[in-house]
Every structure is written in C-alpha cells, then in structure tokens.
C-alpha cells in the first residue's frame, strides 16, 4: 500500500508526518534543528529519499540541509549562497536605493530528474542552483540582472523569491514569481528571465497594470498542462492559459480574494485549492471560520469546504508554501497555520482532520506519496 | 591552545560540545582562531562571520575575560588568558528575543 511522509517546516524546527495510504492514523516526528526557522523542506521527485531543508536563524544566517534517506538523518551542506558580481540595488521602502542583502531561502526546488539539482529561491530575491546535491550553490544572476530589478521592492514580508516552477514538458523552462515584483520566467534554464504579468491589476502600486511590482503570492501548475497557471496574488486569483503571457482574473464567487496559497488538485487540472483570508491588513480568514474553496472549474465558481474545519473564533494564517496535495486517489490535500495545526482531507477536500494541532507556526507543507 | 565556548545551536550544527580545544597556528587573534574554527568545522562557516565580507554576524557576540570584544579589531592580539587556554573564547547568540 502506498505511503505518504509530509515535510513541514515551522518557526522552530521541521516536523515529518507519516501514514499509510489510508492516511488516517499519524506518526509525528520532530522537531529537525528545533529552534531554527525552516522556511522549506522538499523531497526529489527523482529520489524520493533525498530531501533538502532550508534552515536559517536571525542569529545565525543560512545553513542547508540534505537527507540521504527521508529525512532519518541529515547533514549540512554548504551553504556560501553568495550574490554573482556585482550585488546591484534595488528599491528600499522609502524609494531608495538599497543593495541587495542576503537574507534567507524561502523556498527548494528539486528537480524533476536529478536528485543533485536544486533551486533555491532567496531573500533579497535570487535564484540559486546546485548541481551537485548541495556541495556548491551559483546563482542565476540573469533574473536579478534583468533590466527591471533596480526597481523591484519588498513587500510586507521582505523582497523574497518564494515561488519555482519546472516544468516537465519544457526542461530549460522556469517559473518564479518574487514579492513584490511579479512573475518571471526563463525559457533557457534561468540564463534570460522575462516579466510575465500582463493581466495582473495591483490597486498597490503607482500603475496598476505595471509590467513588474505586483505582489504575487504564489503560482501552481498541473503537471499534465503545463501552460495552464494558477495564481494566488495579494489580491485576485488568477489564471493563464499560455504559459504565463496574459492573465485573467477568477476570484468569482470568493468571499474575498485575498490569500496566500493555491494548489490543484492531482488528477483533476480543473480542480484548485486556495484558503481566502480577510485581508492585507486582517491575516485572518473572514468571520473566524477556517475555510479551503475549491474550485471545479478552474476558477470563478467556488464551494467552501468546511467539514472538520474550525467554524467560530479560528484567526490564524496560512502561508504561500503551506498547501500541498499528494499523488493518491482519492487526492489528499494538507495545509499547514500559523496556529500550529496540520489538516489532511483524504477526500479531495470534502472533510478534513487536524494530524497535529499544536506545532510551532507553520511555514511550510510539502507531501511526498512513496510506494 | 585555545578553548572556544560555542552557543548551543552551533554546537548542535557542529556536533561538538560546549568546548573546543584549537590549535592556532601564529599569533592568536578573533580571526586566526576563527579562521581555525572554522578550518575544523566548515559547517560554522557563513553562521559566526559573513561569507564574503568576514564581518561579525550582527547578533553574535564575542567575550573573553569578563570583555565584550565583538567590537575589537580582527587581528588584534587576545587577552594572554586566552592564548594560554586560562580563559576560554566565548562565541555568544545575542539576547535578541526568540
């Protein structure tokens, strides 16, 4: 029978989370490097035994971390994840200039094919990559070297590259989306990056339909139509038929469409996930009641889902890399909040129950579904 | 010989105890026995010192002797009590919340 193993990555420390295909009964374990901050963790799709961490710390910066068999032992890898040439400027939030300064990495993203090929999104934002499971990191310098980036500027949460995308149907092709600069893609495997934020509208920002400046939160892709993009921006949720060239909003019927994350599910490319919350200035999801919407038809009509889910004086968050969905069938879907708790639906959605309820902040949920 | 007194999340990463016993080649500043530090365990490098400029981390601290010396040029010499292994370098997490 199958298995599945979530990674969540909390404020202080990585958890592991299995069951079997059931996905009833829930062996925690953890925490992994407790009292660090660990934006991420994800395993290889090509190695399911391999999975890397981001470990970081206000006091202590950056460390790396590599698990050679899921995630039982770990060893630091090197963690020089240095800016190419000449670091640049970019915005500060008074309109000054501010060199870019290495901060943390939000988000891992292995490849679909080598287990030693990883990408890392950076804050300030950059795209790293190793090719060699972690012994050496280089930066894509082309994104942070496009002509827009002098002009790219943090949002709330710092100047992060929270979001990778590959894509297996094109290998050289790359998403990223950075907050608050907007979406990105490479079609050379990260040596020329071009803006793709055509359609996206930000109230936030001098021109509303700027081509860089807009505060994506998140991007996901079915695998099985790669140019069919899902977006989750600060406001609005979007969609793109054509690889990310134009954009069209589908918040429908969303009691609001601001949030963080947004998935889809695993056999249905027209089925999404996302979680709204109140506000930018109320991270909390409307009326104290903790509800996914899932959308059938990809965007514009929406169902709450709210069986098993907390319905009165529920005021917690969840963040961008919080939301996953495993490979079984029916789709299992997890999120993580900043309350701490880790829900699992084995049903697409439909009922869902805590796995563990008192964690530290959740930042981050990955599944992997194993044999 | 000098001893060097990493905070707890160092020593985790590292897998060493409280204490470190070096050896430093010449003479004995914050740098030469960092440098050392940092030869022996290449998993402390970027989280003590930053990895290209080689300043301090802004919240580690370093004392020796009852003093604060985070502030104290690289290569100056340290206290004799450090050198002689007396008195131990301490590598310190600033109390910064958390």
């Known amino acids: 029978m199958s298995r599945v193993r979530v990674l969540v990555g909390t404020r ?23 009292g ?59 309109g000054t200039p501010r060199p870019w300064e290495f901060k943390r990495i939000w988000h891992l993203e292995p490849s679909l094919t080598d287990p030693d090929t ?19 990191w280089e930066e894509l310098a082309g994104l942070r070297h496009h002509d827009s980036a002098s002009y ?3 949002g709330a949460g710092g100047m992060c ?45 001098p021109d509303p339909n700027a081509e860089v400046g807009h505060c994506v939160h998140r991007i996901a892709m079915h695998p099985s139509r790669p140019d069919v993009l ?12 054509n690889a990310g060239e134009s954009w069209q909003e589908v918040s429908g019927n969303l009691p609001t469409d601001f949030g963080f994350p947004i998935d889809v ?31 059938r038809t990809g965007g514009n009509e929406w169902e709450a889902l709210t069986n098993g889910l907390p319905q009165r004086d529920c005021y917690v968050n969840v963040l961008r890399d919080a939301m996953c969905v495993d490979a079984l069938d029916p789709c299992g879907v997890y999120f993580g909040t900043s309350g701490g708790q880790v829900y699992a639906s084995a049903d697409a959605g439909d009922s869902w129950a805590p796995i563990v309820r008192d964690l530290p902040p959740v930042v981050s949920v990955e599944v992997q579904t194993l044999p | 010989m000098i001893r060097v007194v990493l905070p707890v999340h160092l020593r985790t990463l590292a897998q060493v105890d409280r204490e470190v016993k070096l050896d430093v080649a010449g003479a004995a500043t914050q740098r030469t026995v960092l440098d050392a530090l940092e030869a022996r365990y290449p998993m402390l490098r970027g989280t003590i010192r930053d990895h290209v400029s080689q300043q301090r981390r802004a919240f580690v601290r370093f004392f020796a002797c009852g003093e604060d010396l ?27 919340g958390g």
């Open chain 1, 12 to 34: 202080k420390g990585a958890f592991i989370l299995t069951s079997d295909g059931k996905r009833e009964d829930w062996n925690v374990s953890g925490p992994e490097f407790g």
């Open chain 1, 36 to 94: 660090w901050e660990i934006y991420h963790l994800k395993g290889s799709p090509a190695d399911p035994n391999r999975i890397y961490a981001s470990q970081s710390s206000g006091w202590f910066g950056q460390i790396m971390q590599r698990s050679n068999d899921g995630g039982k032992t770990w060893n630091p890898v090197d963690n020089r994840l240095v800016y190419d040439g000449d670091v640049g400027t970019h915005l500060w939030y008074d």
């Open chain 1, 118 to 136: 990883v990408y890392a999104g950076a804050e300030d934002a950059a795209l790293f990559r190793t090719s060699d499971g972690g012994q050496t």
């Open chain 1, 152 to 154: 790219w500027a943090p």
């Open chain 1, 161 to 205: 590259l929270h979001t990778i995308l590959l894509d297996a149907s094109h290998p050289e092709r790359i998403y990223t989306a950075i907050s608050a600069a907007g979406a990105f893609r490479s079609d050379d495997a990260g040596k020329t990056w071009r803006p793709i934020n055509q359609g996206l509208k930000s109230e936030g920002i």
């Open chain 1, 230 to 241: 899902f977006m989750q921006k600060h406001w609005d949720v979007m969609r793109s038929d």
């Open chain 1, 265 to 295: 599910h695993a056999h249905e490319p027209e089925t999404i996930y996302v979680v709204p919350i109140t506000s930018d200035s109320q991270h909390f999801p409307p009326d104290g009641r903790l509800r996914v919407y899932r959308s």
């Open chain 2, 70 to 96: 985070s502030n104290e040029l690289p290569d100056a010499p340290l206290p004799e009590a450090v050198t002689t292994g007396t008195e131990p370098y301490l590598v310190v997490g600033a109390m910064a």
